[in-house]
């Protein structure tokens, strides 16, 4: 029986991915490498310095642990810059009233994120009275798929982890919900979440009730 409700940050509730990439573009752009929407998929739901040797990689190029921080923390910067103007209006559609509705039929809720600046979103969008339990960069060190970030989010919320399910729109973020032995809602493509238990485009119209029988439904067939 599904108790708690695991939520992703970055393209789950708000789409702040945009502003990672243009971020990421930037300090690429400063090192010489090409680096597109398309290797920016690659990054959704990795840590800030797994992110960085990854375009790294993709650029060809080594350097020092000092000359990493050096860029990974200029990075941040020029992302914190646009996060700290985010408003309200960037909260998906939707999304604050699917947490009022979970809320109150007595769902526990959390956030299971890698970014590191999950509390200032949290606090721009107006949501973080929404959430009892947040679990993000600063209190987890492996990234997904390993599976910690949940782990740690349903123990934050005192269940068990086959007591909750994950929202996720990363292929790594599903891994890392099966790995906890979580079912995971993928907020996005079966092009892009072929692993989800069940998608959802995203939370319009979408009832917490229905959904988990929608589910529960499918999950059974599975088992069949």
Do not use: Q
Request: net charge negative.
């Amino acid at each position: 029986m599904i108790k708690g409700l695991l939520f992703d940050l970055d393209g789950v509730l708000v789409d702040t991915a945009k502003y990672h990439y243009v971020a990421w573009k930037d300090i690429a752009e400063e090192l010489g490498i090409d680096f597109t929407k398309k290797d920016n998929e690659r990054l959704k739901g990795v840590s800030r310095m797994d992110s960085f040797n990854i375009i790294l990689e993709i650029g060809g190029k080594e350097m020092s642990e000092e000359e990493k921080i050096h860029y990974t923390t200029k990075k941040n910067d020029v992302y914190l810059s646009y996060i700290n103007k985010l408003e309200k209006e960037e909260l998906f559609p939707e999304v604050e009233e699917f947490l009022i509705d979970a809320r109150d039929k007595g769902y526990k809720i959390a956030l299971g994120s890698a970014s590191k600046n999950s509390s200032i979103i949290l606090e721009r969008l107006g949501i973080t009275k929404y959430f009892d339990a947040i679990v993000d960069g600063n209190s987890v060190s492996k990234t997904k798929p390993d599976p910690e970030v949940f782990i740690k989010g349903a123990e934050a919320l005192g269940l068990a982890n086959e007591e909750c399910v994950v929202f996720e729109d990363a292929f790594s973020g599903i891994e890392a919900a099966h790995n906890a032995g979580m079912l995971a809602i993928g907020v996005g493509t079966e092009e892009n979440l072929p692993e989800a238990d069940i998608l959802i485009d995203d939370f319009i119209g979408v009832c917490i009730t229905e959904l988990l029988k929608r589910l529960e439904d499918k999950t059974s067939k599975k088992l069949v």
